[in-house]
């Protein structure tokens, strides 16, 4: 199983923050939509580097802020315990979750 997971630096007032965008392979350029939201898994945003499941995980545990999209992915962050199943949210079926972290 691979995912996609885009690696960004993000200069947040002097501290460098790790912004990952991460999804099924499958999604990758693809739109959902469910009434009033749009949920794009575009190329800018989540298309870097293709990868095993594992090793995507592995890098979002070391992310500030990630944003994951689909079903394989979603449910392994919620067995890795990174994700609790209220945090997963639907648009047009698909599986979304965020993962904040906040560090003083």
Known sequence: MR???KISEVDDEGVVKRVVG???EELL???FREEDLIL???EEFFGG???ELDEAVAIIEMANNVMAVGERLVN???EAGLVHPLAIR???GVPY???LRYEP
Request: hydrophobic share 45%; with cysteine; aromatic share 4%.
């Open 90 to 92: 639907r648009i047009g």
């Open 3 to 5: 995912v996609y997971v």
């Open 49 to 51: 580097e293709l990868m």
């Open 40 to 42: 794009e898994v575009n």
């Open 29 to 31: 350029g693809k739109t």
């Open 22 to 24: 991460a999804c099924d």
């Open 76 to 78: 392994k962050l919620v």
């Open 97 to 99: 979750t965020l993962i």
